[in-house]
């Protein structure tokens, strides 16, 4: 059986939910207790990990960037330490890119403080309220939108804890809570799982790449080749070339650095932050108009099918092929027409092995504005075996590329069918027996 409830506070107004299901006020169940203004005085290089905003990501927590406090603050601030299974929501700008800034803390992220601007949540009604289910209501959609509308609002970057506490939300009976939050759970152990299938695999792929582009297949006699003088060496075969990249391409350049209006249809507008993990994105691609397309640029900044990208600014080294018709680049992106020397795809391997990274490590020294020169980059200087040993090794690197891309589809049905239990489960479209 099924009723209307309605509520005047929060995201829950006029939602149909079963008719033992209550809703609650956050306020009514839960603290949101902030956390405490550290200063970067009190950093020290190993000890307590300070979770900042920088490490809450959606749903977990990114622990490659972390600050530390001495082990005395544990007793100190006892008040803002974190324990296992603390569920935290950043209070500035806690929505980035439609989802929310939030996560469950998990025990490699302690002994950890609480930084500023993020709050906890910390249950003081634990019959009525279970922390598994919370922590999916926090990343359910109406959760999202109700803090979505808020900002909008208040015109601010900022969310409070008061105003999280008086957020409402439909609740089951707290058997029935922790049945669903079991059910999600067992999702997220798949998708987690797929997740370290994926890592592993990309560095199977990574492995093979530092020994395919500079070993080769089936050598046995090996010659020096430098690289980058006093920096990047290394022995490939005795049968290989040593090329500059200007040997191996018809042309060498950048994109247009004039502004082009952005519209709804027409040619893909591709920028250095739409390039990611050996091809082009384009959902974060704009469009440019078709006009501006054939009258405003000249052919270096319009490759083609085969042309070979490179990020050159801001993000350095991100590399993709081109793919379709109808795509232009602006200065942030270089692109390489590979000649009859060398097939794309090979290309596109040499300029993601390892000592191209190292190369483009010298030539960028971290600056707040990263850059590699095209005049630089026709320079460098890389092992080049005949066209049949290079199509050998597209095909070995090609086939694990396609288990990493089946495990991320894989992935991304699990992720579509989590979201769409979460949505019946959390307002009782679907019933479990308890």
């Not at 490490?55 to 490659?64: P, V």
């Not at 942030?332 to 020397?341: C, D, F, G, R």
Request: hydrophobic share 40%; glycine share 6%; charged share 25%.
């Amino acid at each position: 059986m099924q009723e209307i409830q309605k509520s005047t506070q929060g995201y829950a107004t006029d939602i149909e939910i079963p008719f033992n299901w209550k809703i609650v006020k956050l306020g009514d169940v839960l603290e949101v207790q902030g956390g405490y203004a550290f200063k970067s005085s009190d950093y020290v290089d190993s000890g307590v990990k300070l979770i900042r905003i920088t490490n809450i990501s959606f749903g977990w927590t990114n622990l490659k960037d972390l600050s530390w406090l001495p082990l005395s603050y544990l007793e100190r601030y006892k008040d803002f330490s974190l324990a296992e299974d603390d569920i935290v929501i950043v209070l500035t700008r806690p929505i980035i890119e439609g989802g929310i800034k939030a996560a469950r803390i998990m025990r490699d992220a302690l002994p950890a403080l609480l930084n500023q601007r993020i709050a906890r949540f910390k249950i003081i009604e634990r019959d009525r309220i279970n922390q598994g289910f919370l922590y999916y209501i926090i990343f359910s959609p109406n959760f999202t939108n109700y803090i979505k509308k808020r900002l909008g609002v208040t015109n601010q970057p900022n969310i409070s804890a008061y105003e999280i506490e008086k957020i409402s939300i439909p609740i089951p009976p707290i058997e029935e809570q922790q049945k669903i939050a079991s059910i999600l759970s067992k999702v997220d152990e798949l998708i987690q799982k797929t997740d370290q299938v994926i890592e592993q695999t990309q560095r199977l792929k990574k492995g093979l790449m530092q020994r395919l582009l500079t070993k080769g297949i089936g050598h046995t006699r090996f010659k020096e080749i430098v690289f980058f003088p006093t920096y990047v060496k290394e022995m490939i075969p005795e049968e290989w070339h040593v090329a500059q990249f200007s040997d191996i391409s018809k042309r060498i350049t950048y994109g247009f650095t004039n502004p082009m209006p952005h519209t709804e249809g027409g040619p893909w507008l591709v920028t250095a932050k739409d390039i990611k993990n050996g091809r082009i994105n384009y959902g974060t691609a704009q469009k440019t108009s078709l006009k501006s397309y054939r009258e405003e640029l000249t052919d270096k900044s319009r490759p083609k099918v085969g042309v070979v990208l490179i990020t050159k600014d801001g993000t350095l080294g991100e590399v993709a092929i081109v793919d379709r018709d109808n795509i232009c680049i602006n200065q942030s992106v270089a692109s390489i027409e590979p000649n009859h020397l060398i097939l794309p795809e090979y290309l596109a391997l040499a300029l993601q092995s390892y000592n191209i990274k190292k190369i483009i490590d010298v030539f960028s020294p971290a600056t707040t504005i990263m850059h590699i020169s095209i005049t630089d980059l026709a320079k460098w200087r890389f092992g080049l075996p005949s066209l049949n040993e290079q199509q050998t090794i597209v095909s070995i690197i090609s086939l694990i590329d396609r288990q990493v891309q089946s495990e991320q589809n894989y992935k991304l049905k699990v992720e579509n069918l989590k979201k769409g239990l979460m949505q019946k489960l959390l307002t009782g479209k679907i019933r479990f027996k308890v």
